[in-house]
């Protein structure tokens, strides 16, 4: 199978890209590394499979790679549970195999971000191991730590995302210990001034290594309140299922006391303060809440002085995607963020795959998978794309016994975790567990894939080609990376919107419904994108667009 290996010529003059501000409108590639490519024949790939498959990455024409974490685990969390912040968890290889990648992505003209997950450590990490030896080490401050009730029971209300409470009774210390997800996941305090520095000294030490960003894992809950007051309840209405399924009782409090909380504005200070000695270095973070994930992406990013961007799940919740709902979220975010940046993404590592959770209810998957990949690449904010979104993938259907994630365990049937996303990624049909390893897959490569490898799409037509297509025009038109966005209408079915950025404006109309749809042609000197107007014809000022059509436009005299 000979796949495209080729460099875009945009690409390889991005290595030479001065521009400090690369991230802004960027598209970022995400590697969940277990399951890209395995190298060694352990069913479970790694740091050089990933090195391996990087020119595949960099012809799909992205700027950046965010890879999830790679470093020393007991794999409990597979991997957002390190033992070390400053290895190479063997499963995956070495620094020389990280090393390697790292200069291999950038001979490509490709950044590198990795996952930073502090607000948590696995409990056989060091610190740990220290902080819970006893009440009155040099660490014993180190974690988040409290005596129980007089009767015995837990400090407070508090709850897990991962089920039950988030207190792990310690009979060294006899007290509890707090972690917001697994028993196995102590967390950090960050009200200690030598947690705040040693996570900054580790960041240091992967910036003075290469990279170029990172990834903040769960940002929003580095603090917690040190009263350890109950969090309020919240009514059956206000409920959601925006950062946790409806069938676990998280969802049933407003948690405002063990995150979200306003000291962490002035540590993502100290960590900008960081990043600006390293002139391009970026970073995006993660906020996982159900109520306030806007207004927090708004403070976390205004100012320009704490991260660069954030994204929500406010497009990775189960509701259909909507014109309504992405003029909503947009609408949101710029009014209360007006000098913020955000980063969009359908898909990732810990939810079902829009091609299942959005697509399954259209009876033409791929035209409408084309349509959801033209509103991500043409929308204001940086794009992230999930490994295997650019080929179609679907959620895989795995029976109990193939699960391993102890989410999916938990709240077996009713949540079925988060391995039918992360199922091994589908290179040539034809070889053993689709070129993905010579061994057992740590999870089971589906069937229903093999038709969506990268060889059996890797030409013209198909949804593969559609991205491509989609990241060089992004790529060829500042005005889609950098310029602002108007909406034209509260349509229900259809999503109008100009973007602007010094003379360039550029026109995109997109039917989102199953039915043809008529919409009247925007004004100005347009010219239509070739081909971006699939789906549609003019007759008379107005555009017909067929089931899931859309119609891009850009004005003569604007350019890159």
Partial sequence: MNMIQKIPHSAKAHQLDPDHDWWRGAVI??????????????????????????????????????ISPFFKSPQKDFGYD??????????????ADFDAMIAEAHRLGLKIIIDQVYS????????????????????????????????????NNWLSVFGGSSWAWDTTRQQYYLHN????????????EEVQQAVLDTARFWLDRGVDGFRLDTLNFFFHSQGLEDNPALAPHERNAVSAPTVNPYSYQRHVYDKNRPENVEFLRRFRKLLNEYPGAMAVGEVGESHRGMELICEYTSGGDKVHMCYSFDFLAPEPLTPGSIRHTLTHFDGCAVD???????????????????????????AYLRMVATVLMTIRGSACIYQGEELGLTEAVLS?????????????????GRDGCRTPM???ASEANAGFSTGKPWLPVPAEHLHLAVSELDREGTLLDHYRALIALRRDHAVLRKGSLRFCDDNDGILAFERNFGDATMAVVINMTEETAIYDRPAGNLS????????????????RLEPFGYWIAVSQNGGA
């Fill in 29 to 66: 590639y995400q590697i969940y590394p277990r399951s890209f490519q395995d190298s060694n024949g352990d069913g479970i790939g790694d740091l050089p499979g990933i090195t391996r498959r990087l020119p595949y990455v960099a012809s799909l024409g992205v700027d950046a790679v965010w």
């Fill in 82 to 95: 390190i033992s070390d912040y400053r290895d190479i968890d063997p499963m995956f290889g070495t620094l």
């Fill in 120 to 155: 948590h450590t696995s409990d056989q990490h060091p610190w740990f191991a220290e902080s819970r030896s006893s009440r009155d080490n040099a660490k014993a401050d180190w974690y988040v730590w409290a005596d129980p009730k007089p009767d015995g029971t837990p400090p």
């Fill in 181 to 192: 997800f697994l028993a196995s996941q102590p967390d950090l305090n960050f009200h200690n």
């Fill in 340 to 366: 913020g940046w955000s980063c969009w993404s359908f898909s990732n590592h810990d939810v079902e795959r829009h091609a299942t959770r959005w697509a399954d209810r259209v009876e033409d998957r791929d």
């Fill in 400 to 416: 109990f016994e193939d699960l391993q994630d102890p989410y999916g365990i938990t709240f077996w049937p009713e949540f079925k």
């Fill in 426 to 428: 589908v290179w040539e």
């Fill in 528 to 543: 239509p994108v070739k081909g971006f107007t699939v789906g549609t014809s003019e007759e008379d000022g107005r555009l």
